[in-house]
């Protein structure tokens, strides 16, 4: 029972013993007090509002017009079910065009029409209860007068095949009914995939801009702070062998190490934010240099050519370098290996180790900064670590 | 040129390139200190090159990362003038490690002695004019930072898995530019001992019979890496 205009077409033994004719019934029956309702609603506001306008406060009442329509198409979505039941009504947008529409239609076309298709449906009704009837009185449907036991047989059945014409009328009628109103309400659908598309525009210039940001503020500590510290470092390195053995040097060589460990922190830090070998020679070099710096052995099995957009990059490092982190602190692993390859316009990375598993992917914020990181590339993270290993990280990002 | 007074037994024409000026003017003092001639010091690759073609120095200090692209201007000067000039020695600097470089480094001609440093290297002073000096003489020197990667990546696979940890310590402080000696001071084994490691290492690795042994094993040990 996907919907009842194909069972409408369908075998008729089959649509008349869905329920479709019921629900159809139940919509075109619950249209007319609805719109009735809704018309008598309009008329008193419309009323007020432009009786009262002279007021000013009329204005007031007649803003209200909008967010009624607004309420009148949240009902007839919800009531949309009783036709699309597997469909769940979307939600509403702004107010439209289209929603006064609805309502409009609903309190001066739909009740009317529906109405009517109900007082059709009574002539069947009576004519099918006829052999009752009959028995206390003539029986007068549309001209056709009934006044004796056999005639009401023929009555009966006569009012039954009107009925079977009619249970398809009514799913008919509600079906354009419900397919016209699922038509102007879906429009705020396609508002809502076109107000996504923007987002996830927005988001993805936003994420650039950050990467941008994240790769100045590496350039200025690189050629600002840290040129400093290295100058630092070399005029110390110089006066120590100026100077003779006593506690001037000792001063000399501790201030020296001091900024020796300032160069260090600031190298990790900028590793953190964006690494230069990443800004300089992409993601392949920037691998080695993790890989290199890893305590457990890493074996590569790098097939990158060339460069990726700097925000993927630098995902997919970080990605890499919280991962082999991960390895070391936790897998108690002999070894790892990290792979990454392009394949179908997207950048897939893994990073797997020979470790005890068991990793918790809640644990931890890097991971759940990766994740976002990664999220807001439209890529995927997944991880597989079952008790005993191996641990297995796998990131998929598309390269537009 | 200014008549030194009193020239230095070992007195290097130096040319410095480095786009940075604080640390181009510190290690221009620090070269002039050990009594080395700074014949240029020079902001980007480009006037590198000009200097170098028109001063013909023994020694080129580059850094790798100069403008415009601030990538690899350093090193490709560095080709170059190892392509046009072989006879002089180079000194590359680097801020950080990049295992291409290491590649294309000893992918260049052979010629005269090479050398890749940590610029945080510069401020052990005496460490890096002993660097220097043993560049300018033909030798190879690699940050020992830049060596310690390399071996990380290089226990996998390539012409070093047949080595013993041992011999690849050896290696790796022969990469670093060490003599035996040093070698077998800094492992605290015989300089004997030491001998039959590198024997061994000769033995193991495919070398060019043709060339300098012990240079082709440090080469062949730099090479090794998967991604250089």
Redesign the interface.
């Known amino acids: 029972m996907s919907d009842a205009w194909t069972a409408v077409r369908g075998r008729p033994t089959r649509f008349l013993a869905s329920a479709w004719p019921w629900r159809s019934l139940a919509y075109v029956g619950s249209t007319v007090p609805v719109g009735v309702a809704w018309l008598i609603l309009l008329l008193v506001v419309l009323g007020v509002g432009v009786a009262t306008i002279v007021v000013v406060a009329g204005l007031f009442v007649l803003a209200g017009v909008p967010r009624l329509a607004r309420r009148a198409a949240s009902g007839e979505r919800r009531r949309l079910r009783l036709m699309f039941p597997e469909r769940p009504a979307n939600r509403p947008g702004r107010v439209s065009g289209p929603e006064i529409g609805v309502m409009v239609l609903l309190a001066t076309v739909f009740w009317p029409v529906d109405a009517i298709a109900l007082v059709m449906l009574s002539a069947p009704i009576v004519l099918l209860c006829a052999p009752v009837l009959v028995r206390h009185d003539v029986v007068d449907v549309a001209g056709w007068r009934v006044d004796h036991t056999g005639e009401a047989w023929a009555a009966a059945a006569a009012g039954l095949g009107a009925l079977v014409l009619l249970a398809y009328a009514v799913t008919a009628l509600a079906c354009a009914q419900a397919a016209l109103v699922r038509h102007l309400l879906e429009e705020s659908k396609a508002r809502l995939a076109e107000a996504v598309q923007q987002l996830r525009r927005s988001r993805s210039g936003l994420v650039d801009a950050f990467e941008t940001e994240r790769r100045r503020i590496e ?1 200025d500590l ?2 600002g702070v ?3 510290l ?2 630092l ?6 006066a ?2 100026d100077l003779a053995d006593g506690p001037g040097l000792d001063l000399v060589r501790e201030a ?1 190490h001091q ?2 460990q300032a ?1 260090a922190d600031l ?1 990790t830090t900028i590793r953190g934010i964006h ?3 990443l800004t ?2 992409g993601l ?2 920037a691998v ?2 993790i ?5 457990v ?4 099995r ?1 097939a990158l050519d060339g460069r990726l957009p700097s925000a993927v990059e630098a995902a997919a490092y970080f990605f890499v370098s919280e991962n082999l982190t991960n390895v070391v602190r936790h897998a108690q692993a002999r ?1 790892a290996q990290v792979q990454a390859r392009i394949e179908d316009h997207a950048l897939i990375v893994s990073v797997v180790d020979d470790g005890i598993g068991g990793a918790d992917p809640q644990a931890g914020t890097g991971l759940a900064g990766l994740h976002a990181r990664i999220d807001a590339l439209d890529g995927e993270l997944d991880i597989s670590s079952p008790t005993g290993g191996p641990t297995q990280v796998r990131m998929t990002c598309p390269i537009r | 040129m200014p008549d030194p007074l009193t020239p230095p037994p070992k007195a290097l024409r130096i040319i410095v390139a480095e786009d940075a000026a604080l640390l181009r003017e510190g290690l221009v003092r620090i070269l002039e200190r050990a009594g080395h001639e700074v014949v240029a010091a020079v902001p980007d690759a480009q006037a590198l090159l000009t200097y170098t073609g028109n001063c013909r120095p023994d020694l080129v200090v580059t850094d790798i990362r100069m403008p415009p692209t601030h990538t690899d201007e350093g090193l490709r000067a560095a080709a170059t003038i190892r392509a046009t000039h072989p006879g002089i020695a180079i000194m590359l600097l680097s801020a950080y490690v990049a295992d291409a470089y290491v590649g294309e480094l000893l992918g260049s001609a052979p010629g005269g002695g090479i050398g890749y440093l940590l610029k945080d290297r510069v401020g052990h002073v005496r460490d890096f004019l002993d660097s220097v000096d043993r560049v300018a003489a033909g030798g190879t020197v690699v940050d020992g930072e830049v060596v310690r990667q390399l071996v990380g990546l290089r226990h996998a696979d390539g012409p070093l898995a047949g080595l013993t940890e041992r011999e690849r310590e050896v290696l790796a402080l022969m990469a670093e530019g060490h003599t035996n000696h040093a070698i077998a001071g800094k492992m605290f084994v015989s300089e004997a001992a030491v001998r039959k490691h590198i024997g061994n290492i000769f033995a193991k690795l495919p070398l060019d019979p043709h060339s300098d042994r012990r240079v082709s094993a440090v080469l062949t040990y730099l090479r090794g890496s998967p991604g250089a």
């Open positions: 350039r690189h050629d840290q040129q400093r290295v100058a470092t070399m005029t110390l390195g110089s120590e062998l020296h900024a020796e160069l190298r690494p230069q070998v300089d020679h392949a070099a080695h240099e890989a290199g710096r890893s305590p052995p890493v074996h590569l790098l070894s």
